[in-house]
T-cell receptor
Framework: NAGVTQTPKFQVLKTGQSMTLQCAQDMNHNSMYWYRQDPGMGLRLIYY???????DKGEVPNGYNVSRLNKREFSLRLESAAPSQTSVYFC??????????FGPGTRLTVL | GENVEQHPSTLSVQEGDSAVIKCTYSDSASNYFPWYKQELGKRPQLIIDIRSNVGEKKDQRIAVTLNKTAKHFSLHITETQPEDSAVYFC???????????FGTGTRLKVLA
């Protein structure tokens, strides 16, 4: 089992560019999450998907959109990147209310 | 809104000493309390968790205690080793919901 995988690992964007971060899990989990991690801020929830076909906003959703493509895949889109979105992005999956399994992360820099 | 406070933000201990990290949560509905370890450049990984129906759980050198009345829980690492150096995150979650709030992390340094 690969667990939770993310692509790309690193990305540099210019302000105003768009991109999609991909996440997939092979653990048959219903719930998937996107977090951003900034120094001193811990992990902050951007969006989550409780089950296939549903998505909801977390703590910091502004500037992002998500798509739960199927049970395995959950993507995060930045439509017009801003320097404030420079961060490390983690995808996670779980059985809701239980241990979350994290992907390796995407380090995004917006210039 | 709900939040989880974690202290201290940094902690340095001598190898072989104990380390204690404390978290306080605000949502009384929280009933699941995991602890994650994140090594530099790596993903967070679960090291131990506890549910609200128990007060303490141990796994070798690691233990977690929970005080539901005071709404706080703590991570205890005994006989610390250099490989324990990492950032530790606590979290509070509620079974059956997405709610899973992380603390801001504690950077633990174990000095050889």
């Amino acid at each position: 089992n690969a667990g939770v995988t993310q692509t790309p690992k690193f990305q540099v964007l210019k302000t105003g560019q768009s991109m999609t971060l991909q996440c997939a899990q092979d653990m048959n989990h219903n719930s998937m999450y996107w977090y951003r991690q900034d120094p001193g801020m811990g992990l902050r929830l951007i969006y989550y998907s409780a089950s296939e076909g549903t998505t909801d906003k977390g703590e910091v959703p502004n500037g992002y959109n998500v798509s739960r493509l199927n049970k395995r895949e959950f993507s995060l889109r930045l439509e017009s990147a801003a320097p404030s979105q420079t961060s490390v992005y983690f995808c996670a999956s779980s059985v809701m209310g239980n241990e979350q399994f994290f992907g390796p992360g995407t380090r995004l820099t917006v210039l | 809104g709900e939040n989880v406070e974690q202290h201290p933000s940094t902690l340095s201990v001598q190898e072989g000493d104990s380390a204690v990290i404390k978290c306080t949560y605000s949502d009384s509905a929280s009933n699941y309390f995991p602890w994650y370890k994140q090594e530099l450049g790596k993903r967070p990984q679960l090291i131990i968790d506890i549910r609200s129906n128990v007060g303490e759980k141990k796994d070798q050198r690691i233990a977690v205690t929970l005080n539901k009345t005071a709404k706080h829980f703590s991570l205890h690492i005994t006989e610390t080793q250099p490989e324990d150096s990492a950032v530790y995150f606590c979290a509070a979650g509620t079974s059956g919901t997405y709610k899973y709030i992380f603390g801001t992390g504690t950077r633990l340094k174990v000095l050889a």
